[in-house]
Nanobody, 114 residues
Framework: QVQLVESGGGLVQAGGSLRLSCAAS????????MGWYRQAPGKQRELVAS???????NYADSVKGRFTISRDNARNTVYLQMNSLKPEDTAVYYC????????WGQGTQVTVSS
């Protein structure tokens, strides 16, 4: 069973930066595409960034140029560097596998004040 533990969220002013981490259990990490998702209050969960095993990345238009996803396969960890944060980035951030997500972790809250 895959377990995902997100961390690194917090309260930051607009224009600031945060780095999120996601530790995944199980060797399945090294053979899967990983993604960072977010869910704002009253909205559906959305995919914001993904990274394949070889490192190719994709981003939602709303975060392109500001967020960077990376992974360390040896440590079973995926990261999300978030720069130039905006109030609309406020959400709970989750990581998971793609294209078939596993059980969701608890997520990490990111709050951006204006």
């Amino acid at each position: 069973q895959v377990q995902l533990v997100e961390s690194g969220g917090g309260l930051v002013q607009a224009g600031g930066s945060l780095r999120l981490s996601c530790a995944a259990s199980g060797s399945i990490f090294s053979i899967n595409t990983m993604g960072w998702y977010r869910q704002a209050p009253g909205k559906q969960r959305e995919l914001v960034a993904s990274i394949v095993l070889r490192g190719n990345t994709n981003y939602a238009d709303s975060v392109k140029g500001r967020f960077t996803i990376s992974r360390d396969n040896a440590r079973n960890t995926v990261y999300l560097q978030m720069n130039s944060l905006k109030p609309e980035d406020t959400a709970v951030y989750y990581c998971n596998l793609l294209p078939n997500p596993r059980t969701w972790g608890q997520g990490t809250q990111v709050t951006v004040s204006s």
